[in-house]
């Protein structure tokens, strides 16, 4: 059985290989192809985000009434993630690789402690929470919105 | 709040260069000379113990869900007694002088102590009996373990009293390397490894038995050693032992020449060298158990210590110090100013200078094994500069932390 903890790490490991594919293009100097890479990362990092952010956390916060709890520092650090995506986006049409790369660390540090949080704390309350669902919130995720 | 610890480490890195420099060639001819327990004492108590001790507080919450009960009492009442007891343990043996090792023995043992009750009670407080909540509880018993063998060993040259066992000479080192420093790198490891650098997972197996069967390789190692040193079990023991870390480190090194980023960074570099290190230490310490190869035991020490430890350790800071820098930097300015990322905090190139330098330290320090008076002051020399690069980089990012947050 699919667990929806299960269904989410597999995608932050997704989205950790789309970044790591951008970085590698800038480090070969391929703007190109850096480009449409760091891109297609940063719409993967916002299908994920907003998974979270639209279907599990307002169920979550609704049925545990937890709403106070680990979701608002999650949805604090989406959004520094997102200006990081960003400056590694704007970083690349400027052709700067430093620049690109000291945004991306910072990024790849702080989203893979944002990960192991959900990973190791918050997805194993959502699934105490929510798993009798599960199949019916993977379904919704699924679904193109 | 970890940052003191951080910042003073390389002042005793610097100072176990200072007594290389100056007491090489009795540091060379025996790991009990003073000027040899002086430097391993700086190492592992100035640098070693003073990181992953301050690291702590990050470590707990992020892999095992708690928090460390009263972080900013908790870090006043190890910091202080650290450094002014590593200060006098070190200078007690530099100058044969009782009432410091006594000094030093009480301090640290205070410690050591406040330390280990508040990781002993958040950990009870975790909220999940992961293997990695396990690992860290038995990288916490092993410390004791290790305090326990050092006060004992202390009470010896500070009180005169008569040692309770031979073999706690080399229990103390023991649990010391293989129990508290392994598996609190391993355990970290586990995660930061494969998170980081992007690699493969560990193999489950090794992350669920690797802390559990150190530990009880340990423990049978040590009770054989009390009650007969002599035993050929004591051996095999510890050449088991020594093949379950080796099979960790070349895991290790295994997995990140598969990772998906590929830059190789200093961090990289820096665990590189670290991994490599402990893989050649522990094939000379089974060798030196053996009886194969004289006077190996100062190379184990170099390999491990140096090598191993400060290498691996001095990675993680150049991480861990410019993404806190980042990261309160983040909650402190006001929302839509600029916050510099971490390569704006510490840039690349110093990062890899750093590691050049150690990479140097770690193959002069060996090579004055073979001629110290000629060699030990390069060796010296090579070790202050990396330890003062390690200094100046995180000097550097929270100069840059503290402008950014001025401007």
């Known amino acids: ?145 | 709040m970890p940052i003191r610890f951080f910042l003073t480490a390389p002042f005793f890195l610097f100072a176990t260069a200072l007594v290389v420099g100056f007491r090489g060639e009795e540091l060379y001819a025996s790991r009990f000379s003073p000027a040899a327990l002086a430097a391993t004492h700086l190492v592992t108590l100035g640098f070693m113990a003073m990181t992953m001790l301050g690291a702590m507080s990050q470590i707990l919450p992020v892999l095992a869900g708690v928090p460390l009960p009263r972080p900013r009492l908790v870090a006043a009442l190890v910091h202080a007694p650290m450094t002014v007891g590593t200060a006098a343990l070190a200078s007690g043996f530099l100058w044969s002088a009782p009432l410091l090792l006594k000094a030093g023995a009480v301090l640290l043992g205070f410690a050591f102590g406040v330390f280990l009750t508040a990781v002993a009670i958040g950990l009870a407080r975790a909220p999940t009996r992961a293997a990695t909540g396990a690992g860290l509880a038995l990288a916490a018993i092993s410390l004791a373990v290790t305090v326990a063998l050092g006060l004992d060993l202390g009470a010896m040259r500070g009180w005169g009293l008569p040692l309770s066992n031979l073999a706690a000479r080399d229990l103390h080192p023991a649990w010391g390397l293989l129990g508290w420093t392994g598996l609190l790198v391993a355990v970290v490891g586990f995660h930061v490894v494969p998170m980081f650098q992007m690699t493969p997972a560990y193999p489950p197996a090794m992350q669920r038995w690797l802390a559990p069967a150190v530990f009880a390789l340990l423990a049978a190692w040590s009770v054989v050693r009390w009650r007969d040193p002599s035993h050929d079990m004591s051996v095999w023991l510890s050449g088991v032992l020594a093949a379950v870390w080796l099979v960790f480190a070349l895991t290790t090194l295994a997995l990140q020449a598969k990772r998906r980023r590929t830059r190789a960074d200093a961090t990289l570099l820096l665990w590189r060298l670290g991994m490599a290190s402990a893989a050649v230490a522990l094939a000379c310490w089974v060798a030196s158990a053996l009886g194969v190869g004289d006077g190996l035991e100062v190379a184990v020490g170099i390999l491990a210590l140096v090598g191993f430890a400060v290498s691996v350790i001095a990675g993680m800071l150049h991480k861990i110090v410019p993404f806190l820098a980042w990261f309160h930097l983040r909650a402190a300015l006001p929302a839509g100013r600029r916050v510099p990322h971490m390569g704006l905090l510490l840039p690349d190139a110093p990062q890899r200078r750093f590691a050049r330098v150690q990479f140097a330290a770690v193959l002069l320090l060996l090579a004055a094994a073979s001629a110290p008076a000629w060699i030990a002051p390069f060796a010296a020399a090579a070790l202050g500069l990396a330890a003062a690069l390690l200094a100046w980089n995180l000097v550097t990012a929270l100069r840059a932390f503290r402008r950014a947050q001025q401007a």
Request: with cysteine; aromatic share 8%.
């Open chain 1, 1 to 145: 059985m699919t667990t929806i903890s299960g269904f989410m790490t597999d995608d932050h490991r997704a989205c950790d290989g789309l970044y790591a594919e951008a970085e590698a293009a800038v480090a070969r100097d391929a703007w190109d192809d850096a480009a449409a890479r760091c891109a297609a990362f940063a719409r993967a990092l916002e299908r994920h985000f907003t998974w979270e952010e639209e279907t599990l956390f307002p169920a979550f916060e609704a049925r545990t009434g937890m709403t106070e709890g680990p979701t608002v520092m999650m949805r604090m650090e989406h959004a520094e993630m997102r200006d990081l995506a960003a400056a590694m986006q704007a970083a690349i049409e400027a052709r700067a690789q430093d620049e690109f790369f000291g945004a991306g660390e910072t990024l790849v540090v702080l989203m893979q402690q944002h990960n192991m949080k959900e990973e190791q704390i918050l997805y194993p309350l959502i699934d105490r929470s929510l798993g009798g669902e599960a199949d019916d919130f993977l379904a919704r995720l699924a679904s193109p919105a």
